[in-house]
């Protein structure tokens, strides 16, 4: 990859960053590892080049620079490891494990719950209508993964899940290797298909469980249900991901951090 010099003077659109002019200069440093990011130069889990190091390549001070790593690690892109420097976060990493999933448990937490036992009930090549096409930035009909699992904490169904996946993106994913994988789904994607899911939206709503669903999640028709629907995003706001959970919440609950 080609190092672009940025200096305090040198405006933003000098540097090959599309931010405004008056843009501060941690962000687009920010902006410049980012693209690194993106391109792959340092892949999950790896290091990337220290403070110092990437002051001389960007020609900046060292100080703009850790403001650009500070954001970055306060975004879970990037990891600071005591004594050893700065890695590009995996959903693997403990901190960002559970980056997403917002359910806790009414006591105690997941940590003290285990991993989620994960049972796959389907996985297959199909089509996107025209929802699922919008939400992943397809056009009707083109391929898709679709992926429906259960997952249950402590031996107790609690989330019933959909997933969509681009199909060309992740071609060759399989129910086997979903179900066998130890590590977090994200990472799997990760690891096996390139793909770094880096933030997510939602969209929360009550609702009732309709027969079939009551029966995967081992309760009564009608029981209250959190229906969750997340597209999840890869750099460039490329959305990789539609999921449409329901949650059950007799003994757990929806937690999000405001700040």
């Given at each position: 990859?080609?190092?672009?010099?940025v200096?305090?003077?040198?405006p933003?659109s000098?540097?090959?960053?599309?931010?405004?002019a008056f843009?501060?200069?941690?962000?687009q440093?920010k902006?410049?590892?980012?693209?690194?990011?993106q391109?792959?130069?340092?892949?999950p889990g790896?290091?990337?080049?220290?403070?110092?190091?990437?002051?001389?390549?960007?020609?900046?001070s060292q100080?703009?620079?850790?403001?650009?790593i500070?954001e970055?690690?306060?975004?879970?892109l990037?990891v600071?490891?005591?004594?050893k420097?700065?890695f590009?976060a995996?959903?693997s990493?403990r901190?960002?494990?559970?980056?997403?999933l917002?359910l806790?448990?009414?006591?105690?937490?997941?940590?003290?719950?285990g991993p989620?036992q994960?049972s796959?009930?389907?996985c297959?090549?199909?089509?996107a209508?025209?929802?699922?096409?919008?939400?992943?930035?397809?056009?009707?009909?083109?391929?898709?993964?679709?992926v429906?699992?259960?997952l249950?904490?402590?031996?107790v169904?609690?989330i019933l899940?959909?997933l969509w996946?681009p199909?060309?993106?992740?071609?060759g994913?399989?129910?086997?290797?979903?179900?066998?994988y130890p590590g977090?789904t994200?990472?799997?994607?990760?690891?096996?298909?390139?793909?770094r899911?880096v933030?997510?939206e939602?969209?929360?709503?009550a609702?009732?469980?309709?027969?079939s669903?009551?029966?995967l999640?081992?309760?009564?028709p009608?029981?209250?249900?959190?229906?969750v629907?997340?597209?999840a995003?890869?750099?460039g706001d490329?959305?990789?991901?539609?999921?449409?959970?329901?949650?059950?919440?007799?003994?757990h609950h929806?937690f999000?951090?405001?700040?």
């Open positions: 990859m080609q190092h672009l010099p200096t305090p003077e040198e933003a000098a540097a090959g960053v599309d931010t405004p843009s501060p200069l941690y962000q440093i902006a410049l590892i980012l693209r690194s990011l391109a792959g130069e340092w892949k790896e290091a990337i080049p220290s403070e110092t190091e990437l002051a001389g390549r960007f020609r900046v100080g703009t620079v850790r403001k650009a500070d970055l690690a306060a975004e879970n990037l600071r490891r005591q004594g420097g700065t590009v995996t959903h990493e901190q960002v494990e559970y980056r997403f917002r806790k448990p009414d006591e105690g937490d997941l940590d003290s719950e989620a994960r796959i009930l389907d297959r090549r199909t089509r209508t025209g929802d699922v096409a919008r939400g992943l930035g397809l056009r009707p009909g083109d391929p898709v993964i679709q429906r699992r259960v249950s904490f402590k031996g169904p609690t899940e959909d996946l199909g060309v993106a992740f071609k994913l399989t129910a086997d290797a979903l179900a066998s977090p994200y990472a799997l994607f990760e690891e096996e298909f390139g793909v899911m933030r997510a939602e969209r929360i709503r609702v009732a469980a309709d027969p669903q009551a029966e999640l081992g309760i009564a009608g029981s209250p249900l959190l229906s629907e997340r597209t995003y890869t750099y490329r959305p990789m991901e539609l999921r449409r959970g329901l949650y059950r919440t007799d003994t929806y999000n951090e405001l700040q």
